[in-house]
């Protein structure tokens, strides 16, 4: 809420701006029209914009524009200019209002939406709204920025006459008072007028007494006329005279609120031809009465019982048809409640021809989707002489959009909707007039596409050398060669373009690398691996079965379903341009007007960053989905920069992975953010006392050698874990596996420690990163789950494809906060004396395993990791693992290997700090923490 002071700081803004705009010195300005003030707030996600005139306008305009698309209402005889915007994304808006006497501006300002809770609408939409009076005691107003008439113009060009909305003809109280007062100051003292004197008036008012046949006011066709009931018991009478033979209806509406008025109709005898009694203050009216042309017909209106109002005009209208144009009931009848509403097939792309038989005929039409989908309602071929408006509304009744616009213009309504069933409802509007029609609706649905990012690794990339064209990444013979695997060091690694630069190149001339476009890249995201070995290729599955699961939901390639490959080892920043492009496409080819995005750990930082630079590019995307993704970075690219990470590819030797991220800008991009040090830190001084981030950039004892990267991926982070996002956002995170969560330094022994949590991270990405949100994110679901196998987890794909079709609810297997069973660990960080590689023998189940620093050994039930020469083994199963003794070299004492225990079924004690080990010629004991 703002302070008095600070209110009234921006109301002196905008006396000073109004002054300026008002032009002219002295006395002058008293008598030129200006705005007093104008405030703007944001109410049930629409925002409301209100402003106070010096005086009242014969027309003002207010004018709204966004993107170059532009709407206006134009306000007559009033000083105060209230409405509501609904706009078309979060892009910024122009407000301005002009004076159309002599085409004045009389101000205009800038309205930031950026980090507002405004819900968008597929279009920009303005319409009237009541004035509050209570706005600056009770809302949280907007900073409303002057801007000048210039920059309107710059975004619209010159404003179309065209374009400007003619106010509505329901008109408000205080403009039919005043239309009252000229009307009786120009008939009540010379009695009851004749004909010719009241067919020119905008409205008719009755005039006292009216309450008998003879003493009757004038109605005319197509015309409305207004009385009040004023004192119970009150009647009051009207006629008309037939214009031609046909049929007759009658009208009345706006019934004052809490009262209850009935309608009859007689004809010049007297006799009754209809009535409408309707309970309550509904509208009333009688259809269908036969016209005799120059035959005399009369209306009585009364309260019903006691009811009546002294200051509440009613409104009173008769609508004359022609025999011969009466319209044809439709096969669509009867379909005039909710309850009767006509079922279209789902999913349903065709044209319905309609019909209206009265001024009170409603038709509803239900529809319902399977998938989410963009819904384009066209009501047009709507005749002259009827204004019909149309509307969505829920099963409930609850409208949630609405097209009115004036006279018989085409209406259209545009929404992005989740499955279930929807309402589609036709009426005539209050003002209008009445011809028995036809009208055609045109309904077309649009399934809203679902992009598939992967993250870091996750897709598979091309080399092309000599016109040759191979598989880089991942080309399983190359890889398995381990130490000695030449290719992919060679032709993944890359190079500054300049000293110092953040722009990077091929190491290797000559050589393009892309990603694999088969199948229109979903090749590249399915599997890693296309290797005829089972087990590999399972091993290496990134989306394909999730492909699966959105094929069987009604989802298809190409056309709904978009793979998004790009080459993981260049910055967020420029892989944006391909995102952002793969949305253009899906767009163009499903026809939608939005799409949905999910995206696998990486891919989540890449999604930020596009929609965070390129702002329009939020309203296009319905929803997002991450799973696993490292929002405050993971300490994994440290480790990866540092001694070499394998990408969770088991057979991939660390030293390649050091190679391929020594200047790979998006492994910089994941390193812990200055938020993630703010909160935890990763790297220690000692057991407990943590680097700052300041550290980080500046202490030779852990700061990266290529400062330019790492200074660019804080940059970067400052702007994704700061600001928002306006798109509804889910995050899926991974739990239950052991996590590295950093290094500390081991003064004794002079060596970088590894450091990992007890089961809480996903095992690549630490739960404080992957559980990071701000308010754009509505909703976070754990799952058991390994941060590589994410999107083929089966429980995951149906959160996934569930939140996709607007269901938040929580999917069995995952849970809406963390919790649940305790994770099983098992695991050991083995060390060396001296320093060097612990080369080593173990015994897993029987079978025996060596440590060698110049070969690398998978196996099932072992995950082994190297960070330098500290080698980590986490036991997947959690059975014990025995240890041979060093067989030392002949005349040399056997030096001593250092192990480090870390169990779930260990005290709580052991299990934080481990179990310290030594092992040497004599076996494996238990050794002090000193030594």
Not at 10 to 21: H, R
Not at 489 to 495: F, G, N
Request: hydrophobic share 35%.
């Amino acid at each position: 809420m703002m302070t008095t002071a600070k209110r009234l700081f921006y109301l002196l803004i905008m006396l000073a701006i109004c002054w300026v705009n008002a032009g002219g010195t002295g006395w002058a300005k008293e008598h030129r029209l200006f705005v007093e003030t104008a405030w703007a707030w944001v109410e049930e996600g629409e925002i409301h914009f209100q402003a106070q005139l010096s005086a009242a306008s014969e027309q003002v305009e207010l004018a709204v524009v966004q993107e170059g698309e532009r709407k206006s209402r134009a306000f007559r005889n009033d000083d105060r200019i209230s409405a509501v915007v609904k706009p078309a994304g979060n892009r910024p808006l122009i407000i301005s209002l002009t004076d159309r006497d002599d085409e004045e501006l009389l101000a205009s300002w800038q309205l930031d939406l950026a980090d507002l809770d405004v819900s968008y609408e597929a279009a920009l939409e303005v319409r009237r709204a009541p004035w509050d009076r209570y706005v600056e005691d009770g809302k949280d107003l907007l900073e409303l920025i002057p801007a000048s008439e210039e920059a309107e113009m710059h975004q619209t060009g010159e404003p179309d006459e065209s374009e400007i909305e003619e106010p509505d003809t329901d008109v408000s109280d205080r403009s039919l008072d005043e239309l009252a007062q000229a009307f009786y100051k120009d008939f009540a003292e010379s009695g009851k007028p004749q004909e010719a004197e009241l067919r020119s008036r905008e409205v008719i008012f009755e005039l006292e007494p009216n309450n008998t046949k003879e003493k009757a006011d004038w109605l005319f066709d197509a015309k409305d006329s207004r009385g009040k009931i004023g004192t119970a018991g009150d009647v009051d009478y009207w006629k008309v005279k037939g214009t031609k033979h046909g049929r007759m209806n009658v009208s009345l509406r706006e019934v004052p609120p809490g009262q209850d008025y009935h309608v009859y109709v007689f004809d010049n005898e007297h006799n009754e031809l209809g009535r409408s009694e309707l309970a309550g203050e509904h509208d009333e009216s009688v259809e269908g009465i036969g016209l005799e042309k120059d035959q005399w017909y009369y209306v009585m209106v009364k309260g019903h019982m006691e009811s009546h109002h002294k200051d509440f005009y009613y409104r009173l209208r008769v609508d004359f048809l022609a025999d011969q144009t009466e319209a044809k009931v439709d096969e669509y009848e009867p379909n005039n409640t909710l309850e009767e509403a006509y079922e279209l097939p789902a999913n349903f792309t065709a044209s319905v021809d309609g019909n209206l038989h009265a001024s009170t005929d409603v038709d509803y039409y239900r529809y319902s989707f399977s998938l989410a989908s963009t819904f384009t309602i066209d009501l047009k071929e709507i005749p002259a002489g009827m204004d019909i408006d149309l509307y969505v509304q829920d099963e409930q009744g609850k409208v949630l959009s609405r097209s009115e616009k004036p006279r018989n213009a085409n209406e259209q309504i545009i929404m992005n909707v989740d499955p279930g069933n929807y309402i589609i409802k036709v009426m005539a509007s209050k003002r209008s007039g009445f011809t028995p029609n036809s009208y055609k609706l045109e309904i077309a649905a649009k399934t809203i596409p679902v992009i598939l990012i992967p993250g870091i690794g996750g897709s598979r990339l091309m080399a092309e050398e000599g016109g040759q064209a191979s598989e880089i990444w991942l080309g399983l013979g190359d890889s398995l060669v381990g130490i000695n695997d030449p290719r992919h060091r060679r032709l993944l690694s890359l190079e500054p373009t300049t000293t110092n630069s953040v722009e990077v190149r091929p190491r290797q001339a000559g050589a393009s690398i892309y990603p694999e476009p088969d199948d229109e890249g979903f090749s590249a995201i399915e599997y890693l691996s296309y290797s005829p070995l089972s087990p590999v290729r399972d091993m290496t599955e990134q989306y394909y079965s999730m492909v699966k699961e959105l094929e069987r939901a009604g989802y298809k390639k190409h056309k709904t379903i978009f793979a998004m490959p790009y080459d993981w080892r260049y910055s967020s920043t420029k892989n944006a341009a391909f995102l952002k492009q793969k949305i253009d496409t899906a767009l163009e080819r499903s026809g939608a007007r939005q799409v949905q995005l999910v995206a696998h750990s990486m891919g989540g930082l890449l999604t930020r960053e596009t929609l965070l630079s390129n702002v329009s590019y939020q309203s296009k995307v319905k929803r997002i989905v991450y799973m696993g993704t490292p929002f405050l970075g993971s300490p994994r690219a440290y480790q990866a920069i540092k001694y070499g990470y394998n990408f969770s590819i088991p057979w991939l030797d660390e030293e390649t992975g050091k190679i391929i991220s020594e200047y790979a800008p998006a492994v910089y991009e994941l390193l812990p953010s200055k938020k993630y040090f703010e909160t935890v830190g990763f790297l220690k001084k000692n057991r407990n006392e943590p680097y700052s981030y300041q550290d980080f950039l500046q202490d030779k004892k852990i700061r990266l050698d290529y400062t330019p990267l790492v200074k660019q991926g804080g940059a970067l982070h400052e702007k994704w874990d700061k600001k928002t996002i306006n798109v509804p956002q889910y995050a899926i995170v991974g739990t239950g596996q052991t996590t590295f969560l950093g290094y500390y330094f081991d003064a004794y022994h002079n060596e970088w420690v590894p450091y990992y949590d007890n089961g809480l991270g996903d095992g690549t990405v630490p739960y404080i990163s992957a559980n990071y949100a701000q308010k754009d994110m509505k909703k976070r679901y754990y799952v058991a789950g390994e941060h590589a196998k994410l999107p083929a987890n089966p429980e995951v794909m149906k959160q996934v494809t569930q939140l996709l079709k607007g269901n938040e609810e929580v999917q069995p297997g995952l849970r809406n906060q963390l919790g649940g069973k305790s994770a099983k660990y098992l695991y050991y960080i083995i060390s060396k004396e001296d320093g060097t590689f612990p080369e080593l023998t173990l015994l897993k189940n029987g079978k025996s395993i060596k440590l060698d620093a110049n070969a690398k050994e998978v196996v099932d039930d072992l995950s082994i990791e190297y960070h330098g020469n500290i080698v980590v083994i986490h036991v997947l199963d959690q059975e014990e693992l025995e240890f041979e003794p060093p067989t030392p070299a002949s005349n040399e004492p056997a030096t001593k290997l250092f192990i480090k225990r870390f169990s779930s079924e260990d005290s709580q004690e052991d299990g934080e700090s481990g179990r310290r080990y030594r092992l040497d010629g004599n076996g494996l004991n238990e050794a002090p923490e000193e030594s």
